[in-house]
Nanobody, 131 residues
Framework: QVQLEESGGGVVQPGGSLRLSCVASASSHSYTGIAWFRQVAGKEREGVSCINFSDGKTYYRDSVKGRFTISRDKASNTVYLQLNSLHTEAPAVYSC????????????????????????WGKGTLVTVSS
């Protein structure tokens, strides 16, 4: 089973940027997309962005559209999430996830418990936006 590992989190000032990485231990033959989620302590996990490898389509939650960009480097089995114009908010753990069977990005991002359908997760990376 593929394993995922995130990196790139840190402390950034409001308006700043970070690039998160999600590296998979295997090529994409065994999974069809990657989704990014974030979770603030005490709150529900929420979907942030998703990329479908079969057609290259990308998806974002409304609050990050125009600020976050998801991309993929197939050669290195890495999916990136570029975070720009970050807002002051509570620290959040950003995690990437996938599944051993194809999954619909729209459902994963568009429903509050969509993340429950994914069974492969990284440990997450902490993002703190603070002045």
């Amino acid at each position: 089973q593929v394993q995922l590992e995130e990196s790139g989190g840190g402390v950034v000032q409001p308006g700043g940027s970070l690039r998160l990485s999600c590296v998979a231990s295997a090529s994409s033959h065994s999974y069809t997309g990657i989704a990014w989620f974030r979770q603030v302590a005490g709150k529900e996990r929420e979907g942030v962005s998703c990329i479908n490898f079969s057609d290259g389509k990308t998806y974002y939650r409304d609050s990050v559209k125009g600020r976050f960009t998801i991309s993929r480097d197939k050669a290195s089995n890495t999916v990136y999430l570029q975070l720009n114009s970050l807002h002051t908010e509570a620290p959040a753990v950003y995690s990437c996830a996938t599944d051993s069977v194809p999954f619909p990005c729209q459902v994963v991002l568009g429903t509050p418990t969509g993340y429950l359908g994914l069974d492969i997760w990284g440990k997450g990376t902490l993002v703190t936006v603070s002045s």
